[in-house]
Antibody
Framework: EVQLVESGGGLVQPGESLRLSCAAS????????MSWVRQAPGQGLEWVAN????????YYMDSVKGRFTISRDNAKNSLYLQMNSLRVEDTAVYYC??????WGRGTLVTVSS | DVVMTQSPLSLPVTLGQPASISCRSS???????????LSWFQQRPGQSPRRLIY???NRDSGVPDRFSGSGSGTDFTLKISRVEAEDVGVYYC??????????FGQGTKLEIK
């Protein structure tokens, strides 16, 4: 059974940092592009970042460039998102996904003072 | 960057009636390997996205046969032959051919009229 399990979400103040992790199982993780996608309360899906199978290509949405870093460890079947300088508008459920195939259940990040 | 455009964004449907959602991409979704990586996902309230259709027209296991996908190149359609109450949710077309930007449309909210 395919599983993507996110962790690391929580409540932080503006300007603080969080690191999200995603543990993958049940498929050949190293064979897939992976993404972080977020969804603010009551809103649609919003793409955050993509990383190629071997990590050699990385793309970010404009509003997170310079603040967020996506990475992966294929030996550990894991995906990460380091989020720095968090803003109120980053509040959302963050999904780990290979968007055309598999999605996790998400982890909630709340940025509030 | 590829832009995915769905229409309509809101779709009120009477129970038992058909429904159709259009998805257009700004670039061809035909991969260099000949495959077209266009999927359709359903997101019910409070849940993560669930795949219904992959590679344009292939139904996932357990998906009712009232769901069908079609299209080619840049134009794709999801059809529901007879809408049931459990079909309420938001539908996304998601492409996995190009990775330099987001991979999905804005979503179409299906509701019962």
């Amino acid at each position: 059974e395919v599983q993507l399990v996110e962790s690391g979400g929580g409540l932080v103040q503006p300007g603080e940092s969080l690191r999200l992790s995603c543990a993958a199982s049940g498929f050949t993780f190293s064979g897939f592009w992976m993404s972080w996608v977020r969804q603010a309360p009551g809103q649609g899906l919003e793409w955050v970042a993509n990383i190629k199978r071997d990590g050699s290509e990385i793309y970010y949405m404009d509003s997170v460039k310079g603040r967020f870093t996506i990475s992966r460890d294929n030996a550990k079947n894991s995906l990460y998102l380091q989020m720095n300088s968090l803003r109120v508008e980053d509040t959302a459920v963050y999904y780990c996904a290979s968007p055309g195939d598999y999605w996790g259940r998400g982890t909630l990040v709340t940025v509030s003072s | 960057d590829v832009v995915m455009t769905q229409s309509p964004l809101s779709l009120p449907v009477t129970l038992g009636q058909p429904a159709s959602i259009s998805c257009r991409s700004s670039q061809s979704l035909v991969h260099s390997n000949g495959n077209t990586y266009l999927s359709w996902f359903q997101q019910r309230p409070g849940q993560s996205p669930r795949r219904l259709i992959y590679k344009v027209s292939n139904r996932d296991s357990g998906v009712p046969d009232r769901f069908s996908g079609s299209g080619s190149g840049t134009d794709f359609t999801l059809k529901i032959s007879r809408v049931e109450a459990e079909d309420v949710g938001v539908y996304y077309c998601i492409q996995a051919t190009h990775w330099s930007s987001g991979t999905f449309g804005q979503g179409t909210k299906l509701e019962i009229k």
